[in-house]
């Protein structure tokens, strides 16, 4: 069976080479629903690592908006525990980037699909500063998928939060739920 992971990135920037402060991934059967979500939850395999933003070099971006965005009050329960978990153990760039990657492979040999919020967004991002620091890419472009478009096949199904918005493992998780729910809705399954 195919590997699941569903991708979320808090970043600095919204540019492809963007600075990024944590990523959070779910490992997760997209066909598993019916059981309450935090045993569905309980059942996930989970990736989460905050970055030490100091240990990007140059090639990476950091956007005055975004960084603005950030110091809005609404996300100031994002920012504490983002600020709490990198004093738990932020790691260095390179070393993160090709952890999550390797995270990402194991286990993968039946097929892997990897899901970010946006073709344009998460993906694309790991990809680029994983490319930077090894010279390849984090896993196959056939191997990237959508949960932006799968989420639009149901529009009228809303995402219910999980934890923290904007924490990167509970957006991943939450994407996750929400996903399981419109395949659900849909009667689709993915192999």
């Known amino acids: 069976m195919t590997k699941h992971v569903m991708v979320d990135l808090e970043t600095w920037s919204t540019e492809q080479n963007a600075v990024l402060v944590a990523i959070g991934a779910v490992e997760f059967d997209p066909n598993d629903f019916g059981d309450p979500a935090d045993e ?18 140059s090639a990476f971006h950091i956007s005055a908006s975004t960084m603005k965005w950030w110091m809005s ?20 760039a390179g070393i993160a980037i ?31 500063a994983h490319k930077h620091y090894t010279g390849w890419d984090a896993w196959a472009f056939y191997e990237d998928g959508c949960y932006r478009t799968i989420k639009g096949l ?38």
Not at 40 to 57: G, H
Not at 73 to 91: S, V
Not at 160 to 165: D, K
Request: glycine share 6%; with cysteine.
């Open 73 to 92: 009050p609404e996300r100031d329960d994002a920012r504490r525990r983002l600020w709490r978990d990198w004093d738990e153990g932020a790691c260095e």
């Open 154 to 191: 149901a529009p009228d199904l809303k995402l219910e939060r999980w934890g923290t918005f904007h924490h990167a493992l509970d957006d991943a998780i939450s994407q996750a739920l929400h996903m399981q729910a419109v395949l659900a809705r849909l009667g689709i399954k993915l192999s």
């Open 98 to 128: 090709t952890e999550f990657a390797s995270w990402c492979k194991a286990d993968s040999d039946d097929g892997l699909r990897v899901y970010g919020n946006g073709a344009m967004f998460d993906n694309t991002k790991v990809q680029w």
């Open 40 to 57: 569905r939850v309980a059942r996930m395999k989970t990736f989460y690592q905050t970055i030490d933003p100091e240990t990007f070099d």
